[in-house]
Nanobody, 123 residues
Framework: QVQLVESGGGLVQAGGSLRLSCAASGRTFISYAAMGWFRQAPGKEREFVAWISWSGGSKYYADSVKGRFTISRDNAKNTVYLQMNSLKPEDTAVYYC???????????????WGQGTQVTVSS
């Protein structure tokens, strides 16, 4: 059983920063998995935010967050992070951590998901 637990969400003013964390546990596979973040705003479909390979050597970002968000991971802790700077009201959403096999592409629907953490950016 794979478990992904997010933390770090909250309320922040526009222009501020937050760091999300996602701790993974469970099957051995998770120690070699690619991981990332998706988000879902009210009334909208879930969308890709960022993705990182197991080695950390490949990182992918949605155009809307490039230059503002940074994804990283600590494999010793089975944890992935999302540093979010220069936050905008349109970044308001529930942010979900996800994991899947370490393949050279971003999965459209990863196999494993966390429960989500709310990020609210006030104007």
């Amino acid at each position: 059983q794979v478990q992904l637990v997010e933390s770090g969400g909250g309320l922040v003013q526009a222009g501020g920063s937050l760091r999300l964390s996602c701790a993974a546990s469970g099957r051995t596979f998770i120690s070699y998995a690619a991981m990332g973040w998706f988000r879902q705003a009210p009334g909208k479909e879930r969308e890709f935010v960022a993705w990182i390979s197991w080695s950390g050597g490949s990182k992918y970002y949605a155009d809307s967050v490039k230059g503002r968000f940074t994804i990283s991971r600590d494999n010793a802790k089975n944890t992935v992070y999302l540093q979010m700077n220069s936050l905008k009201p349109e970044d308001t959403a529930v942010y979900y951590c996800a994991a899947d096999r370490d393949l050279p592409q971003i999965p459209s629907s990863p196999n494993y998901w966390g429960q989500g953490t709310q990020v609210t950016v006030s104007s």
